[in-house]
Each structure stands twice: as structure tokens, then as C-alpha cells.
């Protein structure tokens, strides 16, 4: 681990679980210092936070001994928290969301299999085209998701986020040739059951 050695990052929260009952869980590898959930604007759980602990020693015990444990009903993953320059607090309203934290982890393992073989490179001139797509269920394949989301314009590239062993982290990119279409696709499927879950999509703020 380099860089905030201290802070990790949890992934696939269950939405019930308060920032107090995840502390309680955390604290198994180690003291921590504060866990921070980030919340809609509407103050709903988006299913991830930071955790930082007092030492370096046990950040790196939480991710070994906590990752792939069960939290309230769902499995979470603990990684550490690659965004260097998010502050202590910062980000719980969804600013950072989507951002350094979630991407540059994710982005580079698996993606796209049969459809261009390489991961999804965004930039500026992306911006309010790129939708971020959660609570995915991890059986979801590209090609399933593309196929809901090319109802509502001309999708250029869909990425599903896999783990360094090829398995599904339960979210995914999706890139539309314009931004109207984007925002269609988000006013039409936010809250939508794909799979047996109701997916979360929202603009990626990371471009």
C-alpha cells in the first residue's frame, strides 16, 4: 500500500447499514478513526465509503481479514483508497463519487470481453456522456447491458468492472454518442429492475 496507507475503501454496502454499524464491523482489524458513507443527495447510502484507521498496520489487516465478509446482507469489498487527494470528509455528498477512488481501481480488469478488448478511456470532452451503472448483479454480462441501454441512443462502449481475478464488482460505464441520450437513459432507468436488482445510474463525474 502507498500513498493514504491509512484509508480503504469499501464497496458493495448494504444501503441499510449506518456509517456506526460499519465502524463496529471495521474495527475488527484495527482502530478506526472515522467511516464515511456516501449518500444521494437525497441522504440515501450509495453502497460505498472510506474507512481510515490510526496506522498503516491496520488498514492493511482490514482489507486481508474484512474483504469478502458480510455486512448486514450483502458482501462487501475492502480495498485500499487510491484517490490521493480527497480529504478527510470530503466527497460524502457525492462530489467524489465516481471519481479517482472508484475508477482508477477499477478500470483495467476484464472489461468488455469480445467487444474491443480494452478498457474504457474517458476524458473531458466525454463529460455528460458517460453513465455510471450500480448495484449491477454480478452474473450481468456487457452485452445484456447494452442491449437495455441502446433503447435510448447509440451506445459507444459498455465496461463492466471485474476484480484482478476477473469477477464482476457489481457496477459498469456506459459511453452514448450523445449526451441527450445519456440523460434519457438515466431519467429512464435509474431505480429499474435489471436481473432481480434495481440499478443505480447516474452521470460519471470523473470525466
Known amino acids: 500500500m502507498s500513498g493514504q496507507s ?3 475503501y469499501v464497496g458493495n454496502l448494504d444501503w441499510k447499514v449506518s456509517w456506526q454499524e460499519l465502524k463496529d464491523h471495521m474495527r475488527q482489524a484495527g ?7 456516501f449518500e444521494e443527495y437525497s441522504g440515501r447510502s450509495k453502497g460505498v465509503a ?13 482489507i486481508e481479514k ?15 483508497d487510491r484517490e490521493a487527494s480527497r ?28 467487444w474491443g478488448g480494452t478498457p474504457l478511456r474517458v476524458g473531458p470532452k466525454d463529460k455528460g456522456r458517460l453513465v455510471y451503472v450500480g448495484n449491477l448483479p454480478y452474473r450481468a454480462a456487457w452485452q445484456d447491458l447494452k442491449d437495455v441501454f441502446k433503447k435510448h441512443g447509440e451506445v459507444i462502449r459498455v465496461d463492466v468492472a471485474h476484480d484482478m481475478e476477473g469477477y464482476s464488482k457489481g457496477y459498469a460505464t456506459v459511453l452514448f454518442e450523445k449526451e441527450e441520450d445519456a440523460t434519457a437513459a438515466i431519467e429512464a432507468l435509474n431505480e429499474t429492475d435489471f436481473q432481480g436488482r434495481n440499478m ?5 463525474t470523473y470525466v
Open 6 to 8: 491509512c484509508r480503504v
Open 50 to 62: 472510506i474507512v481510515e484507521y490510526k496506522t498503516p498496520e491496520d488498514a492493511k489487516a482490514a
Open 87 to 114: 480529504s478527510k470528509g470530503s466527497g460524502s455528498k457525492g462530489d467524489w463519487w465516481g471519481g479517482k477512488g472508484w475508477g482508477k481501481g477499477a478500470y483495467g480488469y476484464g472489461y468488455g470481453k469480445g
Open 31 to 37: 482502530e478506526v478513526l472515522f467511516a464515511d458513507i
Open 66 to 80: 474484512l474483504h469478502d465478509t458480510t455486512l448486514g446482507s450483502r458482501m462487501i469489498f475492502v480495498r485500499e
Open 200 to 204: 443505480m445510474v447516474r452521470l460519471d
